[in-house]
Every structure is written in structure tokens, then in C-alpha cells.
């Protein structure tokens, strides 16, 4: 389709991985690369302020 002369990139979703990656920043969850599976998100680890949410009562 675009021949060998293609200015582009042909790693499509690698490109938008590092979009993501970009915009979400050093604060937001990191996208870990899982080899041969795909990508996953990886909150970030939590803080004595931030324990979480609690659990739900029964």
C-alpha cells in the first residue's frame, strides 16, 4: 500500500503506547510491557496518606 519509501512509522502500537506512556506522566500508573502477552497498567504504589479504598463492610 505505501511501498517502501513510507516516511511513517510501521510499529503502530508501539507509537501509541508511548503516547500513552507520554501523557500519563511520572505520576500516573506505568504501562508495563508483558513480552508476548501485551501491555498492562501499574498503579502506582500507595502512600501511608493514601491506603486505599476500604474494604466494604458485609
Not at 16 to 33: F, I, N, Y
Amino acid at each position: 500500500m505505501w511501498g517502501t519509501d513510507f516516511p511513517g512509522e510501521t510499529r503502530t502500537v508501539d507509537v501509541h503506547v508511548a503516547e500513552v506512556r507520554k501523557k500519563l506522566g511520572d505520576d500516573g500508573p506505568q504501562v508495563e510491557t508483558i513480552r508476548g502477552l501485551g501491555y498492562r497498567l501499574v498503579p502506582p504504589p500507595r502512600t501511608a496518606a493514601d491506603p486505599g479504598p476500604s474494604p466494604t463492610p458485609d
